[in-house]
């Protein structure tokens, strides 16, 4: 699934992803590959992707795929739609407050 990560000031993140875990209003949520179109609020809380690759290389850490990367957003909107998935996020609260390679894996 390819997701893009955005704040009013930056874009966060653009890659794929097998699934993501966002704290919805009505409580967490999963999407996972061919997930149903979707539209749906965020509240503040940490978003989860499993099997994140960056399309875009960053210079720190490369391109490589990552078992898991997470970080808190203060809320926002989400939409799931074709295996596209675009998370529009009020700001960043900590961004990558946990990730693991699959190389240590």
């Not at 993140?13 to 966002?22: N, Q």
Request: proline share 4%; net charge negative; glycine share 10%.
């Amino acid at each position: 699934m390819n997701l893009i990560v955005l704040t009013p000031n930056e874009k966060v993140f653009e890659g794929t992803v097998k699934s993501v875990i966002f704290p919805g209003v009505d409580g967490s949520f999963e999407v996972l590959n061919s997930h149903a179109p979707l539209i749906a609020a965020l509240k503040g809380g940490v978003v989860t992707l499993g099997d994140a690759t960056p399309t875009t290389k960053n210079e720190e850490e490369g391109t490589s795929t990552q078992k898991e990367m997470s970080f808190e957003i203060t809320g926002g909107f989400v939409e799931v739609l074709d295996n596209n998935i675009s998370l529009v996020a009020e700001s960043i609260v900590k961004e990558k407050a946990q990730e693991t390679t699959k190389a240590e894996g």
